[in-house]
């Protein structure tokens, strides 16, 4: 029988609200019962599961602690932590286990989704996708560009498939912040991804929603316009989309053409077939050696193909940071 210590300078948690954890004999179909919550990672069965996968075989025990969830007014369990070393223990061949559980009660999904972010922050290296999926329920920016561009994903990107992403969300906010400043750029200082994700208010998550909207309809998925999604080509042509789209009132050179929504989306579409274009973007990245010269690419593409349209010649952008 377990003994209650009272401590100094602490009082018993509501019951509804407290965590337990206890030491239990789990088996293949009870874990089976188990939900895996949106916001977590993609089981990936690598070198470690396999290596959980044998220790729990010998040991007739999983390591460390399983953290489950659940949400008032649900009786399921959702994994929030340990969704490896279960797999582990799926395959591991055994139909029982010895395991420390700790469930936690959860006010919604939201709330639990921070417990996974703060868990996976302090224990291991999250890959940056995984870091915002597992924030999406509780930020409207995340949530709003994936409910309008379900080509935006975490991780896992897979082009070939039709309903897969086709680019990672840490990509889109790295590029669409980068190209907020005068001068492009990708590292914003060293702001990280959960931060750009926090601050992205819905104006800004909206504007970015129909940038990326145009793009989507000029490019598409096909392979030969894999390079237009890449960091350098986005950063810049976000850049031009800010000043000639979102800046209507021209608070910088007020030479430079304004564009409608379906004139900036012919100018995408002008970018995806200039082949000389996506041939030179093979190896470019985000460099200040590369910017420059494929911004220059960009805005001749843009100009060729508004004087298609309007029969004049259009001024675009000149930035000092363009001629180095």
Same mark, same amino acid.
């Given at each position: ?6 401590l ?22 009870g ?29 007739e ?13 649900? #009786? @399921? ?7 490896? /070393?279960?797999e ?8 029982? @286990? ?9 006010e ?9 972010v703060?868990?996976?922050?302090? #224990? ?12 999406e ?19 896992q990107i897979?082009?070939a498939s ?7 969300m ?14 492009p750029?990708?590292?914003m200082a ?6 750009l ?5 819905e104006?800004?998550?909206?504007? #970015? ?17 894999? /390079? ?6 986005? $950063?810049?042509c ?6 000639l789209?979102i800046?209507?009132?021209?608070m ?20 995806s ?10 190896g470019?990245?985000?460099?200040? /050696?590369?910017?420059?010269?494929a ?14 349209i309007?029969?004049?010649? $259009?001024? #675009?952008? @000149?930035?000092?940071w363009s001629?180095?």
């Amino acid at each position: 029988m377990a003994t209650i210590i009272n401590l100094k300078g602490t009082k018993e948690a509501p019951k509804n609200s407290r965590s337990s954890m206890e030491t239990r004999i789990i088996s293949i179909s009870g874990v089976q019962q188990w939900k895996v919550p949106p916001f977590q990672r993609p089981v990936r069965v690598n070198a470690k599961v396999q290596e959980a996968a044998q220790s729990t075989r010998e040991n007739e025990a999983i390591e460390g602690v399983i953290t489950l969830g659940q949400v008032r007014g649900d #009786l @399921a369990y959702y994994i929030v932590d340990g969704q490896h /070393r279960i797999e582990g223990f799926k395959i591991s061949g055994i139909e029982e @286990a010895l395991v420390d559980v700790r469930v936690v009660t959860f006010e919604d999904f939201a709330e639990m989704a921070n417990e996974f972010v703060k868990l996976n922050s302090s #224990l291991v290296r999250m890959r940056p996708d995984d870091l915002l999926r597992g924030m999406e329920d509780s930020t409207i920016s995340l949530q709003l560009i994936r409910k309008h561009c379900p080509f935006v994903g975490y991780d896992q990107i897979r082009r070939a498939s039709t309903g897969a992403p086709i680019v990672g969300m840490s990509v889109i906010l790295r590029c669409w912040a980068g190209s907020a400043g005068e001068t492009p750029t990708s590292t914003m200082a060293g702001q990280s991804v959960s931060s750009l994700a926090k601050t992205t208010d819905e104006t800004s998550a909206r504007q #970015l929603i129909q940038f990326l909207g145009n793009a989507h309809q000029a490019w598409g998925r096909d392979p030969e316009y894999y /390079r237009l999604w890449g960091a350098l080509n986005l $950063s810049l042509c976000m850049w031009l989309y800010r000043r000639l789209v979102i800046d209507r009132d021209r608070m910088g050179n007020k030479r430079v053409v304004v564009l409608n929504q379906n004139e900036f989306k012919q100018c995408l579409m002008s970018v995806s077939a200039s082949g000389d274009y996506l041939q030179w973007l093979v190896g470019r990245n985000m460099t200040e /050696r590369d910017r420059s010269p494929a911004y220059m690419r960009l805005k001749a593409i843009f100009q060729k193909r508004l004087q298609e349209i309007t029969q004049t010649k $259009s001024a #675009l952008p @000149a930035p000092a940071w363009s001629s180095r």
